[in-house]
């Protein structure tokens, strides 16, 4: 497997250890519809969260976060429309980016961006 994919996994799985630490409640991981992906669905009270996990190892001047283009986005848009489609109900939905800044010596810095629009 690509070293960028073990990356991606690895970060998803910190991201959902992360969000769950903070008190989300995990629904999905990778949900899929067509060529779209959700890294993380969740809820957090009555909202649900659309969450895109980005996780880059540090470098001066470049952050995980800048990476979600509005392409990426509204991809991201697409396959929450269908997920909702499928699960009706919820009322309060939300779009979040969770960037991961991944160190040598030191532990991950998490980043979270909330009610994100692009």
Known sequence: MAQHNDLGKEGEALAAQWLVSK??????????????????????????????????????????????????FKNLQKAADEFLFRHPGYKWIQYDILAITLYKNKEPEFFLIQDVFL
């Open 23 to 72: 008190g989300y409640t995990l629904l999905h991981r990778n949900w899929r519809h067509a060529y779209h992906e959700i890294d993380i669905i969740a809820t957090k009270g009555k909202m649900l969260h659309i969450i895109e996990v980005k996780a880059r190892h540090y470098f001066p001047g470049s952050n995980p976060e800048d990476s979600v283009t509005k392409k990426k």
